[in-house]
């Protein structure tokens, strides 16, 4: 294990169970339907790659790029689309997939866009909740795993851009972002 990490709290077979429950939920939900998945760039990259290699239903692939943080471990409140989208979502069933829901604020943000862009309907997916830090009434439809006020990293989940290719997802030591 990586030296910076204090312990690993879900491992790469743990995940991968979670995300087989997720594709199950997806299925059912979008069965005969062709809905665009949207990954929120770069944290849910692990994630979205193996959760639409897991869906059996026919998804479109799209990516958006926003940011929140910066380099601090705190929500800036703000979201800023960096990147967008290449579909039209106007009466496109969306699914989003996050890694992370802390604050609220990015799935809050995104939701309102694509509603206001004219998506017939909109279904939000994350790897990780933690509600404990939630400053926005919203919560994903799906969630893979609920956690606590841990500063995590790995499989997507970066510190300064750093352990995003870690295969596991872990607890960052304090010291190292302290
Ligand atoms: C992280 C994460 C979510 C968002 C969640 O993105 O990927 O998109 O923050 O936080 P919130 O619920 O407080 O809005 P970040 O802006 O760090 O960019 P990244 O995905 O490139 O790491």
Do not use: H
Request: include cysteine; aromatic fraction near 10%.
């Amino acid at each position: 294990m990586n030296g910076d990490l204090q312990k690993i709290l879900f491992d790469e077979q743990e995940i991968k169970n979670e995300i087989g429950r997720a594709a199950a939920w997806l299925d059912e939900r979008f069965n005969g339907k062709n809905p665009v998945a949207v990954c929120v760039l770069k944290g849910a990259a692990m994630f979205f790659c193996d959760l639409v290699r897991a869906v059996k239903t026919d998804v479109q692939l799209d990516f958006i790029t926003v940011s929140s943080y910066g380099s601090s471990t705190e929500s800036s409140g703000k979201i800023n689309i960096l990147s967008d989208l290449s579909a039209d979502v106007k009466g496109r069933d969306v699914i989003l997939v996050e890694d992370i829901v802390d604050s609220g604020n990015t799935l809050f943000a995104l939701q309102n866009l694509f509603l206001k862009r004219g998506a017939k309907s909109f279904t939000s997916v994350t790897l990780l909740d933690k509600p404990s830090r939630r400053k926005t009434d919203v919560c994903a439809d799906y969630s893979c795993f609920e956690i606590g006020d841990e500063f995590i990293v790995g499989y997507g989940l970066d510190y300064a851009q750093k352990y995003r290719n870690l295969p596991y997802i872990a607890v960052l030591k304090r010291e190292i972002y302290t």
